[in-house]
């Protein structure tokens, strides 16, 4: 029986957070599914426990990587996959209860749409309690004028050059599409969803449901890395932007008005108010917003008061 999806699960040192992942796939509701599991490299007994996991289920695969890399696990599980539909599903989030059908449902009423994302719920760790949602009301209101519970966002490659707002485990997009994209690009390691995002997006329509339909445990932002990512964002900048231009100029200035944001946002978290005041500077020009006018006037204060 061919699976309509194929669940692709990445999994590094995470054994206290899979089986969490494995039984929101449970709660799908769905029998046609498939899901592997790529072992990167743990050292936390994880292997054993997929291993374990595999021999009462006949429809969940086991992979095993040496540390790879989740773009370089994810593509290999694609290529062994069978799934109509991909979902990727990071080890330590899950879904809801019926994401996955709710979410095939809209693609195949609207199939010219070849991937699809839904909000995304940021939890804390105590209480389950749900703090904010990835996807912002402003987001939503700019790219989905209708009321529906999901839209397809006019020009989506655009839209998401301006702001990415994909959380990858939200994610359902067709195997065929992703194959002839070439999948990630693992010589990025930390922007690498997004590139993907993009290619996939300047080649089909992009659907989105409104509902917070997956959680994420709310993480401190790893500051050694941040500006690596940065770096890759900036990166993934220069690759699409004379595209996204022929679509939409103002996308183009508004990427570049987010990433000198968050590299303002950086130089503030590690005190250095003037470097911060020059990137509030340079995204103000490329895109006016009253935070980044109140983010000049922080950055001042900071600067004239460690003087």
């Known amino acids: 029986m061919k699976p309509i999806v194929s669940v692709i699960i990445p999994t590094k040192n995470c054994l206290s957070t899979l089986p969490r992942a494995i039984e929101s796939i449970w709660l799908q509701g769905m029998s046609k599914l498939e899901i592997i599991i790529v072992d990167d490299g743990s050292t936390d007994k994880s292997w054993e426990w997929i291993c374990q996991l595999c021999r009462k ?42 994401k996955l059908k709710q979410q095939i449902k809209f693609m195949e009423e ?69 194959l002839a994209v070439d999948g990630f690009d693992h010589n990025i390691k930390l922007a690498s969803d997004w590139d993907l995002w993009l290619k996939i997006t300047l080649h089909t329509a992009i659907g989105y449901l409104k509902k917070p339909l997956a959680a994420s445990i709310r993480k401190k932002r790893i500051l050694h890395n941040t500006m690596l990512q940065l770096k890759e964002m900036e990166q993934v900048i220069k ?58 006037f922080t950055d001042i204060k900071l600067a004239v008061y460690n003087q």
């Open 239 to 296: 690759r699409y932007e004379h595209k996204i231009k022929k679509i939409d100029p103002y996308a183009v200035r508004s990427a570049h008005a987010q990433l000198a944001e968050r590299y303002a946002e950086y130089y503030r978290q590690i005190a250095k108010p003037n470097q911060a005041l020059a990137f509030d500077f340079k995204a103000l020009c490329e895109q006016p917003a009253p935070r980044r006018l109140r983010n000049i």
């Open 57 to 98: 289920h006949n429809n969940i695969i086991a992979l095993k990587l040496d540390s790879e890399g989740s773009s370089t696990a994810r593509n290999h599980a694609v290529r062994v996959a069978s799934g109509t539909y991909i979902a990727f599903l990071d080890a330590d989030k899950f879904w809801y209860q019926h």
């Open 110 to 178: 609207n199939p010219q749409i070849g991937i699809s994302f839904t909000n995304l719920e940021l939890i804390n760790n105590k209480n389950n309690h749900a703090e904010v949602t990835l996807v912002s009301d402003d987001f939503i209101s700019k790219a989905c004028k209708n009321n529906n519970d999901a839209c397809i966002i006019p020009q989506g490659a655009a839209a998401i050059f301006s702001h990415n707002i994909i959380g990858t485990t939200t994610v359902l997009v067709r195997r065929d599409l992703y």
